[in-house]
């Protein structure tokens, strides 16, 4: 649907430049010659230029409409019947949720949509393992007319992080993925409820310099060791208490709380975590980063920078259609994440994870 979408719209758009450019190209010979240029026949010429424009113009929409219509009529009977990991929150099977016994292909990330289709959402699916880091963008938000709202996009950036962190436990069986979360200044505050009070997560958010260091140092261990024991083919040679299961670094606020030295673990996480099962999900406001220099620019080019609020920051590989991106929000005022939460907690207890 995603590939289906992005032709029929660059074919449409085609069509339009196509018509603005035979408009203007027929306009400007009604101007050549300066005599021609008034009276009822120059008058018509003009006219018959925009009508053959809007006739172009009504044929490519009356195409575009067609193939919208076919893809409304798709979406319809897919998204309901949809299983957890490519589901919105308000899709009903999340209310009957049980942990699954095998780790998807793929996980929703939010929905897609172009100007021209607003109503038609596009799930934004991103292959399972993560191959990349996340990066919940909590800059400067701006209005409709270009002026930044106060106070920015910290706290719907730590809804969103919450959000994209419990529907990854969500579609992992039990036991399958551990989260780790940072909040070096405790900043991150009762959005993270949801996560601490259901008891999915194996310890509470790490605060200030030492609890950063600790759990990076934990997580850089599992890196190593995992790597030499697939190296050199000794996986059954690893610590009995090594966690094996896939690892999420939820990095709040950052970088504040690190150091030049909590730094360096985290980009080797970074760049060699992915190919032993640790990713990351950083929270961070760039211009917060500022006195690092281009020192970070490597960081911030290997995430998938994610924004808490609807913005175009997307673009498709094909033809380049600048995608208005919508964050996976559960419906305001549902209760959606913490029942699904619960109910892995409970699954967890149950089999003694």
Not at 33 to 60: I, K, N, S
Not at 124 to 144: F, H, K, N, Y
Not at 311 to 327: I, K, M, S, T
């Amino acid at each position: 649907m995603f590939e289906d979408l992005t032709r029929t719209v660059a074919a449409y758009r085609s069509a339009v430049d196509f018509a603005d450019s035979r408009r203007e190209r027929e306009l400007k010979q009604t101007l050549q010659d300066p005599r021609a240029r008034t009276g009822p026949a120059a008058e018509a010429a003009r006219e018959a230029a925009h009508a053959r424009h809007a006739g172009l113009v009504g044929q490519a929409r009356a195409v575009l409409d067609r193939d919208l219509a076919r893809l409304r009529a798709e979406s319809e009977v897919v998204e309901p019947a949809l299983p957890p990991a490519p589901a919105r929150w308000d899709n009903p099977v999340w209310h009957a949720y049980q942990p699954p016994a095998d780790r998807p292909t793929a996980l929703r990330l939010g929905d897609l949509t172009l100007p021209e289709a607003p109503d038609l959402r596009i799930p934004m699916l991103l292959r399972l393992p993560l191959e990349r880091g996340l990066w919940v963008d909590s800059g400067p938000a701006r209005a409709e007319d270009g002026c930044v709202v106060p106070g920015g996009l910290r706290e719907p950036a730590a809804w969103t992080a919450v959000a994209l962190a419990a529907r990854l436990l969500a579609v992992h069986p039990v036991g399958a993925l551990t989260v780790h979360v940072i909040d070096p200044d405790r900043s991150v505050g009762e959005s993270s409820a949801p996560l601490a009070k259901s008891g999915v997560l194996h310890e509470p958010p790490a605060a200030g310099a030492r609890g950063v260091d600790a759990v990076l140092d934990r997580l850089v261990r599992r890196v190593e060791l995992v790597r030499t024991a697939v190296r050199h083919h000794a996986v059954d040679a690893l610590p009995d208490d090594l966690d094996l299961a896939d690892q999420l670094l939820w990095v709040h606020d950052f970088p504040h709380g690190f150091d030049d030295r909590a730094l360096t673990k985290l980009r080797y996480l970074v760049d060699e975590g992915a190919s032993t099962g640790v990713s990351l999900m950083l929270v961070a406001d760039r211009r917060d980063a500022d006195e690092y220099g281009p020192v970070l620019d490597p960081l911030w080019r290997s995430l998938l920078r994610l924004t808490p609020v609807p913005d175009d920051h997307l673009a498709d590989p094909w033809v380049g259609h600048a995608w208005r991106y919508e964050p996976p929000l559960p419906p305001p005022g549902s209760g959606i994440v913490p029942e699904v939460l619960r109910r892995l907690a409970a699954a967890r207890r149950e089999r003694g994870g």
